[in-house]
């Protein structure tokens, strides 16, 4: 537990750092005009966990804090328990969900196509069930960092399309009986549908 609270906050200062700069600089007026922008968004993907393909779901709402930059929150549930033997009869399965902040950033093209980099450091929460009777037979916290690729894509009225590639990376396992850290990291990809309200600050971004 003291690993993950170490971890968590260490990833949220270096988010900070990266979001600190740009209202200084808009202090001191080296920026240009900026309208905020908010955007919400939701979708459902797969990742690997457990050395096996899962399906899961998440949302976002970012709110863009200079051109080219947004920061908000993120939430990543899996869809459906993990039995854990693999199989799809077992007694055990393992329920896990995680949330954090996001930072992302515009990197090449713009409207009708832009792609973008993110970063999501934050924590999460893994339980193993006993699903005959329902009850819980242990739990544990973790921290996440997770860096992202993202391609968007412009419908029109406000909406967009995104498709995501991301590696989660979990801290902090340390309670579970027979799942380490290993085990609960690996490779997502999503598709999301966007809404944005107001204005963008540039083609592209959210």
């Known amino acids: 537990m003291v690993r993950t609270i170490r971890a968590t906050a260490a990833a949220t200062l270096f988010l900070t750092s990266v979001i600190a700069p740009a209202p200084l600089l808009a202090q001191g007026g080296a920026v240009p005009s900026h309208r905020a922008s908010a955007t919400?968004?939701?979708?459902v993907g797969g990742t690997r966990i457990l050395n096996a393909t899962r399906a899961a779901t998440e949302a976002s709402l970012t709110?863009?804090?200079s051109p080219g930059t947004s920061v908000g929150l993120v939430g990543w549930s899996l869809l459906r328990p993990v039995p854990l033997d693999g199989g799809t009869d077992s007694d055990l399965e393992l329920r896990a969900a995680y949330g954090g902040v996001v930072v992302r950033?515009?990197?090449?093209?713009?409207?009708?196509?832009?792609?973008?980099?993110?970063?999501?450091?934050?924590?999460?929460?893994?339980?193993?069930?006993?699903?005959?009777?329902?009850?819980e037979a242990?739990?544990?916290?973790?921290?996440?960092?997770?860096?992202?690729?993202?391609?968007r894509r412009t419908l029109g009225l406000g909406f967009a399309a995104e498709g995501w590639l991301r590696y989660r990376f979990v801290?902090?396992?340390?309670?579970?009986?027979g799942i380490t850290a290993s085990d609960l990291r690996g490779p997502s990809a999503a598709l999301r549908l966007t809404f944005r309200i107001g204005a963008p600050t540039r083609p592209g971004t959210r």
């Not at 544990?140 to 860096?147: G, I, T």
């Not at 801290?171 to 009986?177: A, F, K, Q, R, S």
């Open 40 to 43: 919400v968004s939701a979708g």
């Open 105 to 135: 950033r515009h990197l090449t093209g713009g409207a009708p196509v832009a792609v973008g980099a993110a970063f999501t450091a934050g924590a999460g929460n893994a339980k193993v069930r006993l699903s005959v009777v329902d009850t």
């Open 171 to 177: 801290l902090g396992v340390e309670d579970l009986p």
């Open 63 to 65: 709110v863009s804090v």
């Open 138 to 151: 242990a739990a544990d916290n973790f921290a996440v960092l997770e860096p992202a690729l993202s391609v």
